[in-house]
């Protein structure tokens, strides 16, 4: 069974920065992709940055030159850095890793950190 665990959410003032962790229970070069996804209340989850095992990146247009996603290998965490953060970036944010089983996507997720952007 995959365990995500999340950390490093909080409360910063706009303008600061972040770095949310993802720990993961397996090896993380094994899954095909992992990323971070945020949820607004009452809005939909929402891809915010992706990185595949291959290393391409992608990011939502909302994050680009603020944040990225870096991955440790060795440590099997996956990282999200944010710089520059606005009240709109409140959210949950939650890892996500997915496999490819048999042309199945099967996904796993952490259960979520809260980052709250305010003065």
């Known amino acids: 069974q995959v365990q995500l665990v999340e950390s490093g959410g909080g409360l910063v003032q706009p303008g600061g920065s972040l770095r949310l962790s993802c720990a993961a229970s397996?090896?993380?070069?094994?899954?095909?992709?992992m990323g971070w996804y945020r949820q607004a209340p009452g809005k939909q989850r929402k891809l915010v940055a992706h990185?595949?095992?291959?290393?391409?990146?992608n990011f939502a247009d909302s994050v680009k030159g603020r944040f990225t996603i870096s991955r440790d290998n060795d440590k099997n965490t996956v990282y999200l850095q944010m710089n520059s953060l606005k009240p709109e970036d409140t959210a949950v944010y939650y890892c996500?890793?997915?496999?490819?089983?048999?042309?199945?996507?099967?996904?796993?997720w952490g259960q979520g950190t809260q980052v709250t952007v305010s003065s």
């Open positions: 996500n890793a997915a496999r490819v089983i048999g042309g199945t996507i099967v996904d796993y």
């Open positions: 397996g090896k993380i070069f094994s899954f095909d992709g």
């Open positions: 990185i595949t095992s291959g290393g391409r990146r």
